[in-house]
DNA sequence: GCAGATCATTCGACATCATCGAAGATTGTT
DNA sequence: AACAATCTTCGATGATGTCGAATGATCTGC
């Protein structure tokens, strides 16, 4: 691991957070400031980073906008999920997304790549992008079910957020068992989903999952079987030998 | 500008291209491949880039993704746009596009940030996070005529492209008398389109467009004289002093 | 089924290059 | 007007990234 390219990436974490003085990334990071300098400044040569021309803060820059969007116009994954959820979202009145792993060293999250809106004509935010932590959403639930085991800690969202590591061992073995995982308010209020995972040849590749309002929860047998032939649908395309897919269940 | 770090963005620059090997990294970026292996290895850990499993070819990775999103989450921009996007595309029947500049070394484009899509109930692609070269669009020339004196080659796009400097220029100058910068299929085949400068309070911020299939260009007076409203009161909205912004012309 | 090629990866020595602390410049504040 | 808090620059030090060659795995063609 090269360390200036690590801190330079560490950089671009921090700032994830909120728009920040050279001083605090420099304090946040354990780093001298001068240091720090010479990365944001490289950062900002590529678009990475801007500087605020008023206050001298940094932001991230543009050049992250273009490069989430090819990653996302490169992702077969959303391709073939965009070809499947009109039509499940139609058939359950959900909205549909599809997410991805994120494993870092201490993280475990998914990012929604993509999002077919309910399609009640409502106007609502598009959430591609997003990130979420895996225990608390129904579609890190189907991906930890047949990914490696959760470790880190289990930050609690809401009240009924699972904290405890006990009982998303025993959540995670029913999803195992169904093939489906579901979340009732664990993530944000007022919202419960389900979700499938999605296999693709080398095995997990991401899952997809219908949301609904609480007041539509719990979804009917039928979103479910619904839910389940389009991930099953969808893995085929991918490549997928089998669903659900194997569990490979090792660091 | 630190070495590895410039490398790093170079070697995320050379993968929004497409996926490639190590060894095909290594030559266009003319390093030696276990140098772009400590790089991308890095850059995986933090999720920057993915490996394929079964090809061991690269690809960007979902990190980029988020960052992307955290970006135009805390885009100022495109919050305020967000407010009048709305009410401009229902006047005008046009989809609404808003972009800031992306000026690197050699090139400089446009990033599209925020997409209004067409009132006409049809399904569009959304299109935040494209990139156009400056010269071909009307953001770009918008952002042109106020910033930064245009500089670099300008690649040809379609048939109607501006290729010939002096024809450039002479476009922006009518943009700064008029404010208001056209486009009619220089860029993409079929698509024409308005842009406006936005100003904040450092000067130039951005550009707000409206975007016409070829079918319905020129566009009626009306449609100026919106856009040229919205263009006024978002840029009121950042703080801006003046509309038309200053021209900062300097390099 | 074997040989060759191609690729990613590891390793170690060298010298470049990033790092750090302090000083300088600029801005906003008391 | 003096102070405080910024970002930025600079130069010496040695830690660290770079490179080429060797290794191992994978795939291709015969």
Redesign the interface.
């Known amino acids: ?2 360390q ?3 801190r ?2 560490r950089v ?2 921090v700032l ?1 957070g ?2 920040m003085s050279l001083g605090e990334m420099a304090g946040r990071l354990d780093l001298a400031p001068s240091t720090v300098h ?2 944001v ?3 900002v ?4 980073v801007v500087q ?3 206050s001298g803060h940094y ?14 116009d ?1 992702l077969e994954l959303r391709a073939r999920v965009a070809g499947w959820a009109p039509e499940l979202a139609r058939r359950t009145g959900c909205a549909v997304r599809a997410a ?6 201490d993280r475990q999250e998914v ?1 929604v ?1 993509a999002h077919e809106p309910r399609p009640d004509g409502t106007r609502q935010m ?1 959430e ?4 979420i932590p895996a225990h608390a959403c129904a579609l890190g639930k189907a991906l930890l079910a047949f990914g490696p085991d959760p470790s880190g800690t289990l930050p609690s969202m809401t009240a009924d957020t699972i904290t405890d590591p006990a009982a998303l061992a025993a959540d995670l073995a029913r999803v195992r068992a169904t093939g489906i995982a579901a979340e009732a308010e664990e993530a944000v209020l007022g919202e419960c989903g389900l979700a499938a995972p999605l296999a693709d ?3 997990l590749a991401g899952a997809i999952g219908l949301v609904t309002p609480v007041s539509g929860w719990p979804l009917p047998a039928s979103a479910v079987d619904a839910l389940r032939d389009t991930a099953r649908a969808v893995s085929r395309e991918l490549g997928g030998a089998a669903w659900p897919p194997a569990e490979a269940r090792s660091a």
């Open positions: 691991m090269i200036s390219v690590d330079a990436m671009l974490a994830r909120r728009r010479g990365i400044r490289t950062l040569d590529h678009g990475m605020e021309p008023d932001r991230l820059g543009p050049a992250t906008l273009q490069l989430g969007n090819v990653y996302l490169t991805v792993p994120l494993l870092l060293a990012v790549v598009p591609v992008g997003i990130v040849a080398t095995g």
